[in-house]
């Protein structure tokens, strides 16, 4: 199994901490999204990834796109260790949390969209930052009230990990990255503290990955 990942990439993390909780083979490919104007505007990768993005995930003669998609792939190839719970009421509530964070948080902030701000729109870096800072600490502490629920444990939902961690913890990273006010949220810094001490997440981590810079 081959992802093609960028270390910074919140979507990239995402799956990298999936890939290491489940303890599954993987070869990390780098994709650079800045240097030389972008290695993911390539012949080659846009072959594999039409959208240009990353990451993109290769089993054999699978390819898939889109990180919420390779985490459902993953569970369901291999379900132990489970990243959703038995119920259905409780994997409802996970797929929420995680898409609460990788399609009403992420989408806003990622890359592409930054550079919009400051290119063709023409806003400058505060601005630029102002817009950030906005909708990811909006976001957030929309988690952390979707948190406040009897069914939160250790981690989103219960004592193990799910695939909500695995979108909140890279979504947090971005967050401290860029100067956003976290401290509010204590559920969540409680949570990623938690997440942070497990060797398979450390592994994922941007400063861990082979094209950190």
Known sequence: MILYSYWRSSASYRVRMALNLKGIDHEIRPVHLVRGGGEQYGGDYTA????????TMVDGEVVITQSMAMLEYLEELHP??????????????????????ACEIHP????????YLTGPAGLDEDAK????????????????????????????????????????????????????????L???????????????????MPENQPDAA
């Open 80 to 101: 132990r260790p489970a990243l959703l719970p038995t119920d259905s009421v409780g994997r409802a509530r996970v797929r929420a949390i995680a898409q609460a964070i």
């Open 108 to 115: 806003l902030n990622n890359l592409r969209v930054l550079k």
């Open 48 to 55: 594999l990834n039409p959208q240009q993005l990353v990451p």
């Open 129 to 184: 930052l102002a817009w950030y800072r906005h909708w990811t600490e909006a976001g957030l502490a929309a988690v952390e009230r979707m948190l406040d629920h009897p069914r939160t444990g250790r981690f989103c939902h219960g004592d193990e990990p799910t695939l909500a961690d695995c979108c909140l913890l890279p979504q947090v990273y971005n967050a401290e990255r860029f100067d956003c006010d976290i401290e509010p």
């Open 186 to 204: 204590e559920r969540i810094r409680s949570i990623c503290e938690e997440l942070k001490a497990i060797e398979p997440v450390r592994r994922a």
